[in-house]
């Protein structure tokens, strides 16, 4: 159990963020169960190499599972442009530890999507029944990759749809035209630290599930709030990026909602911190085990854990 310790508190600019989990964990609880997630991430599966050589072919087609299925038809793919095999790692991570946390949807917003393959996959693991894609400008490789994934995707046309334009229009015009919002997800892998934040708190506003796997965490934030963040980060022995992304978790958890923490393996990106934030609460959902509130504390997180994997 955690103690009743205080909760860490980082001084901004203009706030607190209080880093006050579901029990008034204490600061070694809550770090003793972000290292849990790093060291479960060591039997993850590591990325292949990146060679564009085809896969052996196996000798049952029905031996193969869905992922199987999509990097192999991403590996076909003769046409340029194509995403690295980089980035295609990095989407199927993310969308499994998504996936694991947060139940299907009617529709998925994936903001700063690039070649838009997040919501083709939450689309093709029917996760969700549609998929918009936010950038400021389509991308070739978007179409590249729709062809290559056709036959796993749904085929009426309306599934999948790309907004080009700023984020910070996009996103509010696009939720506020969504009548139920329990039944929408919006996810942001990789979008700038500023972008980041401006995915998350739209997402609060609106009162739906949000995912976002953060980068670039110096930029965005101004010199005051760094600085502070940095500091508290160096006196509790933190990476920045950690620190950065508590008080990410924090703020969520401050406006109501359930945060989930996962990583990817550090073999597939360094930027590998993913949270899960759930509105259930915020909403005032309940019977949703996907909203369910959980201990975060280690051994809390551990029976969440093994409960995923016994599903």
Known sequence: ?????????????????????????????VLAMVQEAYDETEEDREPEDD???????????ESLTLTSK???????????????????????????????????????VDCCSGHGMIGMLFLAFRRAQRAVVIDKKAR?????????????????????????????????TLLESEKDKGRICVVACHACAHLTDRVLETSCAYGVDVAVCPCCHRDGASDQDRGNIASAARQNDLPLSVAMDLVRMGRMQASHYDVRWRTVPKSITPMNNVLVCLAGARRGIDGDPSHKPRRDSPSGYRRERQQEVDD
């Not at 060679?51 to 087609?61: G, H, T």
């Not at 990095?90 to 946390?101: G, I, K, P, T, Y």
């Not at 179409?143 to 749809?161: C, G, H, I, Q």
């Open 1 to 29: 159990m955690c103690s009743s310790a205080a909760p860490l508190q980082l001084q901004l600019k203009s706030a607190v963020a209080h880093l006050k989990l579901a029990h008034q964990c204490s600061l070694d609880a």
């Open 140 to 172: 070739e490789s978007t179409n590249v990759m729709l062809d290559a994934w056709r036959d796993f995707l749904p085929s009426s046309d309306d599934t999948f749809s790309v907004l080009e334009g700023d984020l910070r229009d996009m996103l509010p």
């Open 70 to 108: 999509l990097q192999r038809a991403y590996k076909a793919v003769r046409v340029r442009p194509r995403p690295n095999r980089k980035e295609l790692y990095e989407s199927l991570a993310f969308v499994s530890r998504v996936s694991a946390l947060i139940s299907p949807k009617d529709l998925v």
């Open 51 to 61: 060679s564009d050589e085809l896969e052996e072919e196996q000798s049952e087609e």
